[in-house]
């Protein structure tokens, strides 16, 4: 935990338990209040790469089921209501997705080498490892 982010664990912490120098402790005492923080703690949030508390979604979404229903009334006049739940996920709205057409395989071929690549990139500054495997396995359909 703390070398993903020493800070959050350190503000948890302090919030939680009242322990503003944890390193005075011992490192199994540390754990076990570690583990004892709450779900929508700081550190727990970035291990499951949550931006905002889970409340904080549900309202998000309840706002975003409202602003369907009134666009919906409104007989869909005015632009359509940008999902804020998708905002706050960094899910791509209908107006960031981007479509792509492929005219031949080579261009699809170069174009999903570019993305695996950006994605090992993003990985390596992470630290993450994750998507190793799948990123490993660029010539699997080499044979098609």
């Given at each position: 935990m703390k070398q993903i982010d020493e800070d959050a664990l350190m503000c948890d912490l302090a919030e939680t338990y009242g322990i503003y120098d944890y390193t005075q402790l011992p490192l199994m005492k540390v754990a076990v209040f570690a583990y004892g923080l709450s779900d929508d703690s700081r550190i727990k949030r970035r291990f499951s790469n949550q931006r905002v508390t889970l409340d904080t979604l549900i309202l998000a979404s309840v706002y975003d089921q409202l602003n369907a229903v009134i666009y919906a009334f409104s007989n869909r006049k005015g632009t359509e209501p940008v999902s804020l739940t998708d905002t706050l996920m960094d899910r791509p709205t209908q107006s960031t997705k981007?479509?792509?057409?492929?005219?031949?395989r080579e261009d699809f071929d170069q174009a999903r080498s570019r993305l695996l690549e950006e994605l090992r990139k993003e990985d390596e500054e992470r630290g993450d490892t994750i998507r190793e495997s799948v990123c490993a396995s660029d010539s699997v359909n080499e044979g098609d």
């Open positions: 981007k479509e792509h057409a492929f005219y031949s």
